[in-house]
């Protein structure tokens, strides 16, 4: 076999991190895939990979490319993270596997068939409340929004008090992958006071019995991780829980206000709901980006990333790719989604799957049961952040079922 020379990777000054980017990232993730599957973005001394072969196979690859340097721009090595790093998004194994293994049982299908019941009343009562009012609202707040947390902390145990902290406290959160750019310091000033109420929330005392919170302390009470671990286990549920469903249903209600053929497609066949909701994901990727750090000088493409910089997988490019996917901007319930990395992939692959996946199913099942039709009835508004795609404002147009 012969191999070649390594050459230098095709070089972007693009800001994926700046507004114009954020407005409409989907210019940019074309670009960045046609360049290479490798690309250096010369603003931040960072990697890039945009094609959905390469980000599979660096997401699957955890040796060579880790994650306990960081998954943000920053490296924990050479500066000091905000937070105490996660416990299983910012650790490899051998140390990432006992808290894994603790979420994976807690938050397994079967696990959540208690709540199926549940969930699916609070949808039914959210979504008949909400019609009762009239058939124009904004879709974010009302729905998006609404639904998650009316199920998620109950879930997890947490107390009514401060539950609104949850949203701004992930939107730092993941503003804080990114550079430190004006989305971080417009959120700074209230971190002390949104990270003082979070870990709080961790602790055992605070937590209600029956909860995904007191599982993971029954968990270190059975010795499957310490005593130490717990509320930062507990931290991860209340970190990567709640946005991320928000934005994954946000994006949902997005697409099908404006593929109305799908809404009608979905009311005819219910059973589709669990295809939609991927399929909403892999369009929209609620979560863009995550770094990894290069453990040894990698060869991808005919270029070398070297050891210790960071590469940041655009999984929102990847579930674009036209190399992989037919027809990739087409929301579309006709495709088999299966196989999208915006869940990710590999040993980190998203361990809260099945929880926002029973979210969706509920919501959305609900709302097919109620509403004929959906439409945008407004000026529809982006929330810029460094991680998310997100809404701000989603208003909509519902005809009520008969
Ligand atoms: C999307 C994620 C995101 C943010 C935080 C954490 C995980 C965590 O483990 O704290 S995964």
Same mark, same amino acid.
């Given at each position: 076999?012969?191999?070649?020379?390594?050459?230098?990777?095709?070089?972007?000054?693009?800001?994926?991190?700046?507004?114009?980017?954020?407005?409409?990232?989907?210019?940019?993730?074309?670009?960045?895939?046609?360049?290479?599957?490798?690309?250096?973005?010369?603003?931040?001394?960072?990697?890039?990979?945009?094609?959905?072969? &390469?980000?599979?196979?660096?997401?699957?690859?955890?040796?060579?490319? $880790?994650?306990?340097?960081?998954?943000?721009?920053?490296?924990?090595?050479?500066?000091?993270?905000?937070?105490?790093?996660?416990?299983?998004?910012?650790?490899?194994?051998?140390?990432?596997?006992?808290?894994?293994?603790? =979420?994976?049982?807690?938050?397994?299908?079967?696990?959540?068939?208690?709540?199926?019941?549940?969930?699916? *009343?609070?949808?039914?009562?959210?979504?008949?409340?909400?019609?009762?009012?009239?058939?124009?609202?904004?879709?974010?707040?009302?729905?998006?929004?609404?639904?998650?947390?009316?199920?998620?902390?109950?879930?997890?145990?947490?107390?009514?008090?401060?539950?609104?902290?949850?949203?701004?406290? #992930? $939107?730092?959160?993941?503003?804080?992958?990114?550079?430190?750019?004006?989305?971080?310091? &417009?959120?700074?000033?209230?971190?002390?006071?949104?990270?003082?109420?979070?870990?709080?929330? @961790?602790?055992?005392?605070?937590?209600?019995?029956?909860?995904?919170?007191?599982?993971?302390?029954?968990?270190?009470?059975? #010795?499957?991780?310490?005593?130490?671990?717990?509320?930062?286990?507990?931290?991860?549920? =209340?970190?990567?829980?709640?946005?991320?469903?928000?934005?994954?249903?946000?994006?949902?209600?997005?697409?099908?206000?404006?593929?109305?053929?799908?809404?009608? /497609?979905?009311?005819?066949?219910? &059973?589709?709901?669990?295809?939609?909701?991927?399929?909403?994901? /892999?369009?929209?990727?609620?979560?863009?980006?995550?770094?990894?750090? *290069?453990?040894?000088?990698?060869?991808?493409?005919?270029?070398?990333?070297?050891?210790?910089?960071?590469?940041?997988?655009?999984?929102?490019?990847?579930?674009?790719?036209?190399?992989?996917?037919?027809?990739?901007?087409?929301?579309?319930?006709?495709?088999?989604?299966?196989?999208?990395?915006?869940?990710?992939?590999?040993?980190?692959?998203?361990?809260?799957?099945?929880?926002?996946?029973? &979210?969706?199913? @509920?919501? =959305?099942?609900?709302?097919?049961?109620?509403?004929?039709?959906?439409?945008?009835?407004?000026?529809?508004?982006?929330?810029?952040?460094?991680?998310?795609?997100?809404?701000?404002?989603?208003?909509?147009?519902?005809?009520?079922?008969?």
């Amino acid at each position: 076999m012969t191999t070649t020379a390594p050459a230098p990777p095709p070089v972007s000054d693009a800001d994926p991190f700046g507004p114009e980017v954020l407005e409409d990232p989907l210019p940019f993730h074309a670009a960045l895939r046609e360049a290479g599957p490798v690309v250096r973005l010369s603003r931040y001394g960072v990697y890039a990979m945009g094609r959905y072969a &390469e980000v599979h196979a660096a997401l699957r690859d955890w040796q060579g490319f $880790e994650s306990g340097a960081g998954v943000g721009l920053s490296n924990f090595r050479t500066e000091a993270p905000w937070r105490p790093p996660s416990l299983l998004l910012e650790a490899d194994p051998p140390r990432h596997d006992a808290p894994r293994r603790v =979420l994976v049982d807690l938050l397994s299908p079967r696990a959540l068939r208690r709540l199926r019941e549940r969930w699916t *009343a609070a949808a039914e009562d959210l979504v008949d409340r909400l019609l009762a009012e009239g058939d124009e609202f904004d879709a974010v707040p009302a729905l998006a929004e609404a639904y998650p947390l009316r199920v998620f902390p109950d879930a997890v145990g947490v107390s009514p008090e401060g539950r609104e902290n949850l949203l701004p406290y #992930g $939107e730092f959160l993941f503003n804080a992958f990114g550079p430190h750019n004006d989305l971080v310091a &417009e959120g700074a000033p209230r971190l002390p006071e949104l990270s003082a109420w979070v870990n709080a929330q @961790c602790q055992r005392d605070s937590l209600a019995d029956g909860g995904f919170g007191a599982g993971i302390w029954a968990a270190a009470d059975r #010795g499957e991780i310490t005593h130490e671990q717990a509320p930062l286990v507990v931290r991860s549920l =209340l970190s990567a829980g709640v946005d991320t469903t928000v934005h994954g249903l946000a994006a949902t209600l997005h697409a099908f206000a404006t593929h109305p053929d799908q809404w009608r /497609r979905l009311r005819a066949r219910p &059973e589709l709901v669990r295809v939609a909701f991927d399929e909403a994901v /892999r369009w929209a990727s609620p979560v863009q980006t995550f770094f990894r750090t *290069a453990t040894t000088d990698v060869r991808v493409g005919g270029t070398v990333i070297p050891h210790g910089e960071k590469i940041l997988m655009f999984l929102a490019a990847a579930n674009r790719d036209p190399r992989r996917w037919d027809d990739p901007d087409r929301f579309d319930l006709s495709r088999d989604p299966s196989g999208h990395v915006g869940f990710g992939f590999g040993i980190h692959h998203c361990v809260g799957q099945h929880v926002a996946r029973l &979210e969706a199913e @509920c919501l =959305l099942t609900a709302l097919a049961a109620r509403v004929e039709a959906i439409e945008v009835a407004g000026a529809t508004r982006r929330l810029h952040n460094n991680t998310l795609r997100a809404w701000g404002s989603l208003p909509v147009r519902v005809r009520p079922a008969r």
